[in-house]
């Protein structure tokens, strides 16, 4: 009989879907909402973006621990490194049909050394209401900045982030050079 049991139970978990048991990982972040809530008022994609890079900038603080790389935890823990900020904004873009290129590259800090290699740095380029033309949005820079692991808050907004006219700075280099600005 304790054999027939076991069969029993080896058939029944052979058949089990245990996708159930990670369900705590889904993302419970609803950014349509967060972003319908941040851009309201504003019909064009320029002040769409311009509003969720001043929340973001006014909200969100570097993580000195460098821990925090993705947008579900920035946005749960309110502080988060490049890539965190980078995700955070495109997640809440994607909602308001707001296209966004995340670029990866290195920037020229302000106690950069000659000589010395770059820090690796995460941004975004997002096209705004004139179609194929990209703007540089970095709203890591924007909120802040570290000095000797202790973050300052600044919120720069006009920290050459969603600058006009919109281009290239001289302090960010990304890999990819094919992108219009």
Same mark, same amino acid.
């Given at each position: #009989?304790? #054999?027939?049991? =076991?069969? /029993?139970?080896?058939?029944?978990?052979?058949?089990?879907?245990?996708?159930?048991?990670?369900?705590?990982? @889904?993302?419970?972040?609803?950014?349509?909402?967060?972003?319908? &809530?941040?851009?309201?008022?504003?019909?064009? /994609?320029?002040?769409?973006?311009?509003?969720?890079?001043?929340?973001?900038?006014?909200?969100?603080?570097?993580?000195?621990?460098? $821990?925090?790389?993705?947008?579900? +935890?920035?946005?749960?823990?309110? /502080?988060?490194?490049?890539?965190?900020?980078?995700? @955070?904004?495109?997640?809440?873009?994607?909602?308001?049909?707001? $296209?966004?290129?995340?670029?990866?590259? %290195?920037? /020229?800090?302000?106690?950069?050394?000659?000589?010395?290699?770059? &820090?690796? *740095?995460?941004?975004? @380029?997002? +096209?705004?209401?004139?179609?194929?033309?990209?703007?540089?949005?970095?709203? =890591?820079?924007?909120?802040? =900045?570290?000095?000797?692991? =202790?973050?300052?808050?600044? #919120? #720069?907004?006009?920290?050459?982030?969603?600058? *006009?006219?919109?281009?290239? *700075?001289? *302090?960010? %280099?990304?890999? $990819?050079?094919?992108?219009?600005?």
């Amino acid at each position: #009989m304790h #054999m027939k049991n =076991t069969i /029993k139970l080896i058939i029944f978990l052979l058949f089990c879907d245990f996708t159930l048991l990670s369900a705590e990982k @889904l993302p419970t972040v609803d950014y349509k909402s967060i972003a319908a &809530e941040i851009t309201k008022g504003c019909s064009k /994609k320029n002040d769409q973006a311009r509003a969720i890079y001043r929340y973001l900038i006014q909200n969100i603080a570097y993580d000195t621990d460098y $821990k925090i790389r993705d947008a579900d +935890e920035c946005w749960k823990q309110k /502080k988060g490194v490049c890539q965190a900020f980078a995700d @955070l904004f495109i997640k809440l873009c994607e909602p308001l049909n707001i $296209k966004c290129i995340l670029v990866t590259g %290195f920037a /020229k800090t302000y106690d950069h050394i000659p000589g010395t290699p770059f &820090e690796r *740095h995460a941004y975004v @380029l997002v +096209e705004g209401d004139k179609p194929n033309r990209y703007f540089f949005v970095d709203a =890591t820079w924007g909120s802040g =900045t570290v000095n000797n692991g =202790t973050f300052a808050c600044s #919120m #720069m907004i006009c920290h050459g982030s969603i600058p *006009h006219p919109y281009g290239w *700075h001289s *302090h960010i %280099f990304p890999m $990819k050079k094919n992108i219009k600005c």
